[in-house]
């Protein structure tokens, strides 16, 4: 669908870079909203690993979601952008203290505690500055995930989360310290899950962990069952919005909230991920012995998904009309991982002509590298480009 792009915006900008459909990303979070907002308690975070590109953080919190971060620099990010403080969460396996020092300066909304240790230290640091810092647990639900085995959060080899069984001790250790307050239990089973059966399995553990919590008289104010909704990557055009409804109807359905409860939810690749492409020139095109490459301009130094994920994008050359052929779509960069695709069928490419690297707004731009002493790419979007002239 080349009537997305502003060809003639591109053709004298430099490339590589990242675009952003910003029409197509708040017609994405009305989905969000309308879809959360018809199910009493449902409070939506954006997880800012997936893209911290100030302009989308700015429209994300106009839209009125939260804000989950796995770092300090991320909570800065979030404060930065006028996330509110108490509409921030905060998890991470191995934060430092300044980290957490931060989260405590800002008084924000939860730390997502995934150890034992981690709630001591966090209870320490607190008692220094006189606060009391309010804790939801990771719980480790040994729930497997239909993704990749990389981005798979939930099982017990997994290094995230308390396991269950150290769940209500840790519980009764929290409520002792007299610097935290129990508010909660945080799950996360992973990414780019399509199957809602995955999300329906997260309920039904959820379910019984709270059935074993009340027999010892444990009440639990809020539960966070992290994001993990995955995206269309083979049909951006077809399929841009994911299925909110159904993601959002499966807890409603599947998980027995209790009276006054909360339900977060921590929305990363489904926000963003969509209304991203990374544009890119095409260098020269290489006839090798039994096929022909497309050597572009960007490299997985802009884009690392294909190559630490082997990860499918949908790969379009905006600028041509002509009849298709193969090509393996390639990179600059000094390493044989350096591709975007094989056997990638693009209308016959030349020299120039851009290439659009689809469903790039998710862990695009937020993971690229400065390897080979490349420059990081740009991210703009399309309110701004609109305007260049």
């Not at 979030?78 to 300066?105: C, H, M, Q, T």
């Not at 239909?146 to 150290?166: C, P, Q, S």
């Not at 209308?347 to 290439?355: A, K, M, P, S, Y």
């Amino acid at each position: 669908m080349k009537g997305r792009f502003p060809i003639a915006k591109f053709e004298s900008m430099r490339t590589p870079f990242y675009y952003y459909d910003t029409d197509l990303l708040r017609q994405t979070l009305r989905a969000i909203n309308d879809e959360a907002g018809r199910h009493e308690g449902f409070v939506v975070h954006y997880a800012i690993k997936a893209n911290a590109n100030p302009k989308l953080l700015q429209i994300i919190r106009e839209a009125g979601l939260g804000a989950d971060c796995v770092s300090g620099g991320e909570i800065q990010a979030s404060v930065d952008a006028g996330f509110p403080a108490e509409r921030i969460v905060y998890a991470g396996v191995g934060k430092s203290d300044w980290e957490i020092n931060l989260g405590l300066d800002h008084d924000i909304f939860s730390f997502n505690v995934e150890s034992l240790a981690e709630l001591e230290v966090i209870n320490e640091l607190a008692a220094a500055k006189g606060k009391v810092a309010r804790i939801a647990l990771r719980i480790n639900p040994n729930v497997g995930a239909h993704t990749h085995a990389n981005i798979t959060t939930g099982l017990a080899e997994n290094k995230f989360g308390i396991a269950m069984r150290d769940m209500e001790p840790v519980i009764e250790q929290a409520r002792q310290m007299e610097n935290v307050k129990f508010v909660g239990l945080h799950f996360h089973i992973g990414s780019q899950i399509l199957d809602m059966g995955d999300f329906e399995a997260l309920c039904n553990r959820i379910n019984d962990l709270q059935q074993e919590l009340e027999r010892h008289r444990i009440k639990v104010e809020n539960i966070n069952v992290g994001g993990g909704l995955g995206v269309d990557y083979q049909h951006p055009n077809r399929v841009p919005v994911p299925d909110f409804k159904a993601y959002f109807d499966t807890y409603a359905k599947k998980l027995k909230l209790r009276q006054g409860q909360t339900l977060h939810f921590e929305l990363g690749r489904a926000v963003v991920a969509q209304c991203g492409s990374l544009i890119t020139r095409t260098l020269y095109v290489k006839q090798g012995t039994a096929k022909q490459f497309a050597i572009v301009d960007a490299g997985m130094t802009d884009l690392i998904r294909p190559a630490l994920y082997q990860a499918y994008h949908k790969i379009e050359n905006i600028t041509s009309e002509e009849p298709v052929e193969q090509y393996d779509v390639v990179g600059p960069i000094c390493e044989s991982s350096d591709v975007f695709g094989k056997h990638v069928d693009l209308n016959r490419t030349q020299r120039g002509d851009l290439i659009a690297i689809r469903t790039a707004g998710a862990y695009g731009e937020i993971m690229a590298s400065q390897y080979n002493c490349r420059p990081l790419p740009q991210g703009y979007t399309s309110d701004e480009i609109k305007f260049r002239s």
